[in-house]
Nanobody, 131 residues
Framework: QVQLVESGGGLVQPGGSLRLSCAASGFSLDYYAIGWFRQTPGKEREGVSCISSSDGSAYYADSVKGRFSISRDNAKNTVYLQMNSLKPEDTGVYYC????????????????????????WGQGTQVTVSS
């Protein structure tokens, strides 16, 4: 059974940093695209970053490019999202999601970061950026 557990959220001041973790169990990261999404009230779930587990190619939304960095540790079966220079508009519930696919489909999944295409989700972790 695929299970994803996020951790690392919290309250941080603008300009601060947080590192989110997404621990996967019940499956190997191989052959999966792993995405980080965030949700704020009244808005659609936004795909902020994604990593294709085959070659580690990383993808980012324009709103976080240059500030966020996604990485994976295959030995720990965990994906991380390092968030620097945080802004109040980064506030939200952050979810990680996984979807298995071929190299071509993983590229498409990460390029589009369409939440509807990811089948397995964690419970989310709250990130609040406020002074």
């Amino acid at each position: 059974q695929v299970q994803l557990v996020e951790s690392g959220g919290g309250l941080v001041q603008p300009g601060g940093s947080l590192r989110l973790s997404c621990a996967a169990s019940g499956f190997s990261l191989d052959y999966y695209a792993i995405g980080w999404f965030r949700q704020t009230p009244g808005k659609e779930r936004e795909g902020v970053s994604c990593i294709s587990s085959s070659d580690g190619s990383a993808y980012y939304a324009d709103s976080v490019k240059g500030r966020f960095s996604i990485s994976r540790d295959n030995a720990k079966n965990t994906v991380y999202l390092q968030m620097n220079s945080l802004k109040p508009e980064d506030t939200g519930v952050y979810y990680c999601a996984a979807e298995k696919g071929t190299a071509v489909s993983r590229f498409s999944l990460c390029l589009t970061r369409d939440a509807r295409r990811f089948g397995s989700w964690g419970q989310g972790t709250q990130v609040t950026v406020s002074s």
